[in-house]
Antibody, heavy 122, light 106 residues
């Protein structure tokens, strides 16, 4: 059974940093790309970042580029999202999601975690 | 970035109704489109991928189709469990994008 479990959310002040984690189980973690997707309260889904199965390829949405870093530790079956210089508009539930296609990636998202809430407020 | 325009944003329907949701891509995405269902406080759930392939375990009343850059999700007979918000997503480019969502309400 594929499981993705996010953690690390919380309330922070604008300008501060936060690191989100997504622990995976139930599949061969090192062969799949992973994504972060966020959803502001009452709003739609916004793709945030992608990391390839081996960590060599990373893409970011313009809204977080330069402020966020996605990384993974295949020995710990965990993907991370380091978010710096947080803004009020970064307030959202953050989901990690698995890319369906092994190795190559670039496919739909077949499994999602339950999300972790980040609130940026002074 | 590829823009996905989804309509309507809200849809009022009754149990047993046939429901259609549309998504239009700003450029060609071939068949690289997925549909997700999301209920309040829950993660999205994959329903359909490659425009018309039903994910395992998804009821057959859900179907998807494509015509050029226009994509459609159809629920043939709406059930109580189907009241939710639906999102389309393109994954043709390295930067996936979602439609704005369609809330299906009673």
């Amino acid at each position: 059974q594929v499981l993705l479990a996010e953690s690390g959310g919380g309330e922070v002040q604008p300008g501060k940093s936060l690191r989100l984690s997504c622990a995976a189980s139930g599949f061969t973690f090192s062969t799949y790309s992973l994504h972060w997707v966020r959803q502001a309260p009452g709003k739609g889904l916004e793709w945030v970042a992608l990391i390839s199965h081996d960590g060599t390829t990373k893409y970011y949405a313009d809204s977080v580029k330069g402020r966020s870093t996605i990384s993974r530790d295949n020995s710990k079956n965990t993907v991370y999202l380091q978010m710096n210089s947080l803004r009020v508009e970064d307030t959202a539930a953050y989901y990690c999601a698995r890319d369906e296609r092994e190795y190559v990636g670039g496919s739909h998202f077949d499994h999602w975690g339950q999300g972790t809430l980040v609130t940026v407020s002074s | 970035d590829i823009q996905m325009t989804q309509s309507p944003s809200t849809l009022s329907a009754s149990v047993g109704d046939r429901v259609t949701i549309t998504c239009r891509a700003s450029q060609s995405i071939s068949f690289w489109l997925a549909w997700y269902q999301q209920k309040p406080g829950k993660a999205p759930k994959l329903l359909i991928y490659t425009a018309s392939t039903l994910e395992t375990g998804v009821p057959s009343r859900f179907s998807g189709s494509a015509s050029g850059t226009d994509f459609t999700l159809t629920i043939s007979s709406l059930q109580p469990d189907d009241f939710a918000t639906y999102y389309c997503q393109q994954y043709s480019s390295d930067f996936p994008t979602f439609g704005g969502g369609t809330k299906v309400e009673i």
